[in-house]
């Protein structure tokens, strides 16, 4: 079973075999992590993103890494919350096992994932950390094709969250 980290920075830095952006079903690149996965690979992700033609939200695509450390980028379109009521949930969920399957398709055997969907998709940071432990761990349970998990967030409620929804640390308030 890959080992679980969680760290506080910049996704874009590490030197991981594939990085998870939490893209736009453009998959043209946007704000937050998006927009800086797409500024530190460069232009060429842009153009290879152009010609995947976008994608569905709970999927993923995944693309070269280019200027980036990771030599894979994978492309996952998370829910926009809208109450809970829409399938959010499952939409993330979906997420998180398309990456996996990917990476892992494409011989990763380590993978950084940022906090999908918890920036202006507005999904509850302490739910999307539960939904994305349990995925991967539900996921990576069968297989012994991934190392490493990296849970990469953006903030120290972010961290602490993940941590918690690990089993380690203490949870926010």
Request: net charge negative.
């Amino acid at each position: 079973m890959a080992g679980f980290e969680v760290m506080r920075g910049d996704i874009t830095t590490l030197r991981v075999d594939a990085i998870v952006n939490a893209a736009n079903s453009s998959l043209l690149g946007g704000g937050g992590v998006d927009g800086a996965i797409h500024r530190a690979a460069g232009p060429e992700l842009l153009a290879e993103c152009r010609a995947l033609g976008g994608c569905p939200t709970g999927e993923a695509r995944i693309t070269r890494g280019y200027g980036l450390p990771a030599s894979h980028v994978v492309h996952a379109v998370g829910p926009v919350w809208t109450g809970g009521d829409k399938g959010e949930d499952a939409l993330l969920a979906g997420c998180y096992r398309h990456a996996l399957a990917l990476a892992m398709e494409h011989g990763a055997r380590s993978i950084a994932f940022p906090a999908i969907s918890t920036g202006v998709y507005g999904f509850p940071k302490d739910r999307a950390a539960r939904i994305a432990v349990e995925t991967v761990r539900e996921t990576l349970t069968e297989s012994d094709a991934m190392d490493r998990v990296v849970f990469c967030c953006f903030d120290a409620e972010t961290e602490r969250l993940y941590e918690a929804a690990l089993g380690r640390g203490r949870a926010a308030r």
